[in-house]
């Protein structure tokens, strides 16, 4: 390098630094987009993204290009695809170190006030919808006042969103700024967009967002009965809200390629074809940390599978560049087997699953009721289980043995009450059922209960695939004297059977284990241990079943009252802390194995995968991953 | 014969109506509905929507109506509109969905059905005219080992033997490269790389039936009379057993058109599901599966109006045939 050259590199910082503004990168595109600008179908990238856009920190700056092949197993699996390109105005997102943390996306900045009623958000500057339109506040005044509360298109406002029964409400402040307000300090919003958006009605729900040039004249305050009466007719549905709703086909990003949208890829062809391909977005607002715009991989490709079998062919002949979606870790022997023939590697992610037994505490037989609310019943549960012997048979020795407690990767973990009541210990767990009166047993070694009959339990499952894992449950529980018949059932059964307050054990995965106060539902019972006792909560009192008196689990519902009333995160989170710390001590649900490894299949050509992240619904499975800054080798 | 035909073609209507409503009802049959079935696929794989979600698709789907309601709504927008509806799962129409993959389906089971004939009629022939010679019994081993083999199995076998053995790339009629190509003559040759599992295993099943129904056939024909009669007039052999015993051993191959027709649209389901072949066997699984009653509705109607017209072809063939069931 020159001295001339030297200072005008330095006058550039010098400029770059004082003006803050992206004038002084040059930004990059894709070839294929060079292309299209060469032929004049497109503006060039500088006019395309936001004056400063937002940086993605990639792993390693990449190559432009490629396809990116994956599989998908059906309509039932739009998730899938989903979840690769998510928007959100905060996302779950994984640091250096792994944790996830919230990151802006299509915001310029956001602020919350000192007691967590208002919060504010600016869009960025210059932000585009992939049809070059801008994005405004108008889009969010439409998002607010012609979908969210619009009784045609969403009938019922969720409480997520009306935290004490009174909806959000938006004030817009500028063009590119606005503010939404509650009723009641509501601490945990911010974290509650970056897993479930705004809510209804629309698959992919950037926050706030709907592109009002385009489905303007599909809304029924804007287009009249006769209109909308056309559109319905033109897209083949009932009506006109089937063009709406959360699979609605002009709604739905994955049915309508002629949707408006904010993500790194659109759809190109869609479902039902037998290949579902999405392509890149021309005006994407993201850059790497060199100044080329995002995402690097041109496209995607879904193809159709019918059959798991299927799906693991595929992977083995090489056909899948990155997916962990519908791999099972059974298979685990057969994807390392098949790694180089196939040209991947099998590469680890963290489940936040733990796998466990489910105790009905307010099961219909009064005898089964007493023991499963007795601590001592539960613990001696969890101590017959040699959760060792579990992994090592039935995982590939790929999963730990830990309690029901926010998992490794959660802010909320630690690591003793992870290991609570997991030690196998059936001499202790022999003593506490003897201590429970249980000591009279029949002729084939079952204790009897005090009405007579053999102690026996039913767990369910809903998978063939668990059945050997009960099989094994079932010869431990009964070195301690207690029968237990696992019973296979078909899935709408198994659910219902919750529903209904008719089962005795049920063997689950219990997730939603990572960021707890996003949804904390399942910890406090509900469609778990005390479905009947959340009813009640729920509905105050008015079905369901009281919890009794002096019963832990008021203290939880009572902690979660304080948490969601809470005016900052730390009072806040003091409470979950409280709640967790409750649920995890009575050991209301028996952990018997997780943490575990979930399959990722990385082909050779893929790169800036980061292993062992937690990949869950609450941080959008492979969406922590950042797939824009993924990129494909080239030739 | 005419007034035969058209007698027959009128029984077919009220047949038709009592099978749809049927179909219709057992779809619906089992506990929940679409929206459960939905809820507890998106459950399966981590996601979530609350019950007021529910209760809205419900509602907008209609699925709250009465089972006659919806009944009515779906087989008078089929009669008066030729409408099929709308696939829940899918959101998109029946009919989108299922003329796509018929011409595959079609195809395919054409191709099996005449291997199946071109395998099972001489052999069968041939083991009946050389009872308990060698080969005969080479074929008769065959021919159980192909009917006891269940289809999927064998597909499995062979798509693990081609994959691990021949290095061939398996599952679904073309490899990645070619899926979304245009016609080429190398997408034809990655066809005919493909479509040969599928064939060799629809065709074993049904050969190895046929085979011992034809050998069975044929023994009764050939001890009788005019077959010796036949010989005694110097006739060869070939001449005696293809002009003569053939044509009536294969009789009752009329009287199973009927079959063959909806066994041609469903294709072999399962032998479909662990192939991934884009035909219409695994969409219908998967619609009964979700109570997709739309389009699994829609299937089944197809279906039963195949296998009427095909028992009617087979009643005037036999008709025809056979003058005393014209007037019986």
Redesign the interface.
């Known amino acids: 390098m020159n001295a001339k050259k030297w200072i005008a590199s330095v006058a550039i910082a010098a400029l770059s630094s004082t003006a803050m503004t992206a004038a002084a990168w040059a930004f990059q595109e894709a070839p294929m987009l060079t292309e299209m600008v060469e032929a004049g179908e497109l503006p060039p990238v500088d006019e395309r993204l936001p004056t400063s856009p937002t940086v993605v920190e990639a792993v390693e700056v990449g190559q432009y290009g490629g396809t990116w092949h994956r599989a998908y197993s059906g309509p039932g699996d739009r998730w899938g695809p989903t979840k690769l390109m998510e928007e959100r105005v905060l996302k779950w997102t994984a640091d250096a170190d792994g944790n996830a943390v919230l990151q802006p996306g299509y915001i310029e900045s956001y602020s919350v006030n000192e007691d967590s009623t208002e919060f504010t958000f600016t869009l960025l500057e210059g932000l585009k919808w992939s049809d070059g339109m801008p994005v405004t506040t108008e889009d969010v005044e439409f998002w607010y006042k012609d979908v969210f509360l619009n009784t045609e298109i969403v009938p019922n406002i969720d409480p997520t969103f009306a935290p004490g029964g009174k909806p959000l409400e938006l004030e817009i402040k500028d063009e590119r700024t606005f503010t939404i307000k509650f009723a009641q300090p509501y601490v945990y919003f911010l974290q509650i967009l970056a897993k479930d958006s705004t809510g209804e009605p629309s698959l992919d729900r950037p926050s706030f967002l709907f592109p009002k040039h385009y489905l303007s004249q599909y809304n029924n305050n804007y287009a009249s009965e006769e209109e909308l009466a056309a559109a319905a007719a033109k897209y083949n549905v009932e009506n006109w809200k089937g063009l709406w709703g959360s699979k609605g086909v002009l709604t739905a990003w994955w049915n309508n390629p002629e949707l408006p949208v904010l993500t790194a890829w659109k759809i190109e062809t869609p479902a039902p074809a037998d290949v579902v391909t999405m392509v890149r977005n021309p005006y994407y607002y993201a850059v790497d940390q060199e100044g080329n715009q995002l995402p690097y991989i041109d496209r995607i490709e879904h193809r159709l599978y019918q059959d798991p079998e299927t799906l693991n062919l595929m992977v083995a002949q090489g056909q899948i560049d990155m997916q962990g979606r519908g791999m099972n870790l059974d298979n685990y022997t057969f994807y390392k087997e098949n790694e180089e023939r196939g040209n991947y590697e099998v590469v680890p992610g963290r489940d936040s699953n733990v796998w466990s037994i489910v105790p009905n505490l307010t099961v219909k037989d009064e005898v089964l009721q007493e023991l499963f609310q007795s601590a001592d019943f539960r613990q001696a549960m969890s101590l017959s289980v040699d959760r060792e012997a579990i992994i090592e048979l039935t995982q590939s020795g790929l999963a730990n043995a830990v309690a029901v407690a926010p998992v490794n990767g959660s802010p909320y973990h630690k690591d003793d009450l992870s290991s609570h009541w997991v030690d196998y210990d059936p001499d202790t767990a022999d003593s506490l059922l003897d201590g429970l009166g249980l000591t009279e047993r029949d002729g084939a070694g079952f204790r009897l209960r005090p009405d007579g009959q053999r102690l026996s339990v039913t767990i369910e499952t809903s998978d063939q695939a668990n059945a050997k894992t009960l099989e094994l449950l079932s010869g431990m529980f009964a070195d301690v004297g207690i029968e237990l018949l696992p019973r296979v059932i078909d899935r709408t059964q198994w659910d219902n059977n919750r529903d209904n307050n008719d089962f005795q054990l049920q063997w689950m995965p219990f997730d939603r284990l990572t960021y707890v106060p996003a949804d904390p539902r399942l910890m406090m019972g509900s469609q778990s241990y005390g479905t009947e006792y959340f009813k009640w909560y729920q509905t105050n009192g008015e079905s369901g079943v009281e919890p009794p008196e002096g019963s832990a689990i008021r203290e939880m519902y009572a902690d979660w009252d304080k948490a969601s009333q809470a005016v900052s995160l730390e009072e806040a989170d003091a409470a979950v802390n409280e709640m967790i710390a409750t649920f995890v001590d009575q050991g209301y649900v028996i952990g018997v194995y997780g943490e575990g490894v979930l399959v990722n299949i990385v082909s050779d050509r893929m790169n800036n995968f980061v292993p062992n992240l937690v990949q869950d619904d609450i941080f959008r499975g492979v969406g922590i991953a950042r797939t824009q800054q993924f990129w494909l080798d080239q030739e | 014969m005419i007034a035969f035909i058209i007698r027959r073609a009128l029984l077919a209507i009220p047949t038709l109506i009592f099978i749809s409503f049927i179909s219709f009802v057992i779809i619906q049959l089992?506990?929940?509905d679409y929206i459960?079935?939905?809820?507890?696929?998106?459950?399966?794989?981590?996601?979530?929507?609350?019950e007021?979600?529910e209760?809205?698709?419900r509602?907008?789907y209609g699925l709250n109506d009465p089972m006659v309601i919806q009944y009515w709504r779906w087989i008078s927008n089929i009669i008066f509109h030729g409408d099929f509806g709308?696939s829940l799962?899918?959101?998109?129409?029946v009919s989108?969905?299922i003329w796509?993959r018929l011409a595959i389906t079609l195809a395919i089971s054409t191709l099996s059905l005449v291997f199946t004939w071109i395998i099972a009629i001489p052999v069968g022939v041939y083991s009946a005219t050389r009872q308990y010679s060698v080969l005969d019994y080479v074929f008769t081993v065959f021919g159980f080992l192909g009917k006891g083999v269940p289809d999927f199995l064998l597909a499995?076998i062979l798509?693990w033997v081609s994959?691990v053995y021949l290095n061939l790339?398996?599952?679904?009629l073309f490899s990645?490269q070619f899926?979304?190509a245009p016609w080429s003559v190398a997408k034809v040759i990655d066809l005919l790389q493909h479509i040969w599992i599928p064939l060799v295993v629809l065709a074993t099943g049904g050969a190895a039936g046929l085979i011992r129904v034809m050998r069975a056939n044929m023994l009764d024909e050939l001890g009788k009379p005019y077959v010796e009669t036949a010989y005694a007039q110097g006739l060869s052999e070939g001449r005696v057993v293809w002009g003569y015993p053939v044509r009536v051993a294969l009789n009752p191959f009329i009287s199973t058109v009927g079959w063959a027709l909806p066994a041609l649209f469903s294709g072999d389901i399962i032998t479909?599901?662990?192939?991934?072949l884009?035909t219409t066997g695994?969409l219908l699984l998967?619609a009964l599966k979700?109570q997709d009653m739309y389009l699994a509705g829609s299937f089944i109607l197809v279906l039963s109006v195949f296998t009427v017209i095909g028992t009617l072809i087979s009643d005037v063939l036999l008709a025809w045939f056979d003058p005393r069931i014209r007037y019986a």
């Open positions: 089992p506990p929940g459960t079935a939905y809820a507890a696929e998106l459950r399966h794989q981590g996601e979530y929507i609350t007021a979600q209760a809205a698709m509602a907008q709308y799962q899918w959101n998109a129409p989108s969905l796509d499995l798509m994959f790339n398996v599952g679904g990645p899926q979304s479909a599901v662990v192939l991934n884009p695994p998967q979700m």
